[in-house]
């Protein structure tokens, strides 16, 4: 996920062109890309946060550092398991949320131009409108129960993160004229 320049990818306003093209190559490679129909698949909830699930949040780590995102949800690694990773800032600290459930969102809601990984490696941009605020309860990779009360650009990432365990992408939250103008974009270049 991402602003214009806070895609789920670019926070680095000054990463160059070509190491933007780089990066988004790399992602490419790792992360499922539209129209794979495992991102239209709702997730699993995970029973125990055991060995494999901190494996799974270690690789979605990595991925997200590598592809400068600032969030990734496991199904864009093919993995049907509500997880999902997220940071603030490029050298913000990683939160990681499983099994998330939104409590409170607000009802003030923004409009802000998102990107995400799996949408032509970070490259699509489409204006969602959001709640500003949200109160999201889960479990971290500790499986300890967590709270959290986020706003603005962390309660942007949270809820777009939250949306692909759901099978739900930028795309579907787009106005019209946006919906139809970004999947003649996917036609034209996934
Ligand atoms: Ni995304």
Do not use: F, W
């Not at 670019?10 to 992360?31: G, I």
């Not at 409170?104 to 970070?122: F, K």
């Not at 129960?145 to 795309?171: S, T």
């Amino acid at each position: 996920m991402e602003n214009q320049d806070i895609a789920e990818g670019q926070v680095e306003t000054t990463t160059s062109d070509e190491e933007r093209r780089a990066h988004h190559a790399a992602a490419m490679m790792l992360v499922r890309q539209y129209p794979d129909p495992v991102l239209r698949v709702p997730a699993d909830a995970v029973e125990e946060v055991n060995g494999d699930v901190r494996r799974l949040v270690e690789r979605m780590t990595d991925v997200m550092r590598q592809s400068h995102g600032v969030g990734l949800a496991a199904p864009q690694l093919g993995v049907l398991r509500r997880v999902l990773v997220y940071r603030v800032s490029s050298d913000g600290d990683v939160h990681v949320l499983i099994n998330p459930e939104l409590r409170e969102r607000s009802d003030e809601t923004q409009s802000e131009t998102e990107g995400c990984l799996s949408l032509l490696g970070g490259d699509l941009q489409v204006a969602v409108e959001r709640p500003v605020r949200v109160v999201v309860a889960g479990v971290d990779a500790d499986g300890e129960p967590v709270e959290v009360d986020a706003e603005g650009l962390e309660a942007r990432v949270i809820q777009h993160e939250i949306d692909h365990l759901d099978g739900v992408l930028i795309v579907d939250r787009a106005s019209k004229d946006d919906r139809k103008a970004a999947l003649r974009d996917l036609r034209l270049r996934a």
